[in-house]
């Protein structure tokens, strides 16, 4: 990375929102190497298609044991990881834990669990983004958003935006959070 910004604006649900990252150009989907982490071989295998039509170059681990094993094997190598929460012997929030402290790179929660507590914990324990299950092209196609963040910085910030909660409805759990904090 270097030390040019560039600012995207992206338009949703109605508002513009701005995310300024050091770049020396904009990334391009070819080059952001994504880690997909579920136990549902079936959700993986949708969740990947997704991501391979938006041109992400996509490894898929069905394990955190797996996903901790592969990031330690491929160090620098990833730019993202999309888990999910529900998993067995550990679970997306034990596995969002330590690839904080271990290799500080963005998270993006996935599960079909809409509660609003599980949003917020993973959102509060660092997750730049969560989304409900079942996953759709919209949910995936501006990801790159969070590999471009700055990898060095102890926490990642998320990008406010809408999150998909329901069917058709949109709320935004950062302002949550914010109201109540």
């Known amino acids: 990375m270097g030390a040019k910004t560039f600012e995207t604006y992206l338009k949703m649900a109605g508002n513009k929102h701005t995310s300024n990252q ?8 070819e080059a952001i ?26 490894v898929t681990v069905n394990s955190a044991e797996d996903a901790l094993g592969t990031l330690r094997s491929r160090s620098n190598f990833f ?18 834990n330590q690839v904080r402290e271990e290799f500080n790179l963005p998270v993006v929660l996935m599960s079909a669990d809409d509660n609003e507590s599980s949003m917020l914990r993973g959102l509060e324990g ?7 299950k079942p996953v759709s092209y919209d949910d995936v196609k501006d990801l790159w958003e969070y ?12 990008i406010q935006r809408p999150l998909k909660v329901g069917a058709g409805s949109v709320a935004m759990v950062q302002e949550e959070k914010q109201k109540r904090e």
Do not use: N, W
Not at 22 to 29: D, I, K, L, R, V
Not at 89 to 96: N, P, Y
Not at 126 to 132: D, K, L, P, R, S
């Open 22 to 29: 050091s770049s020396q150009a904009e990334p391009t989907f």
């Open 33 to 58: 190497q994504v880690m997909v982490v579920d136990d549902d071989v079936i959700c993986l295998s949708i969740v990947a298609g997704k991501l391979t039509t938006f041109k992400y170059q996509v």
């Open 79 to 96: 730019h993202l990881i999309i888990m999910d929460v529900h998993m067995p012997v550990m679970d997306g929030f034990e596995l969002q």
């Open 126 to 132: 660092g997750a730049a983004f969560y989304i409900v």
């Open 147 to 158: 590999a471009v963040s700055p990898r060095k910085s102890k926490l990642v910030t998320p």
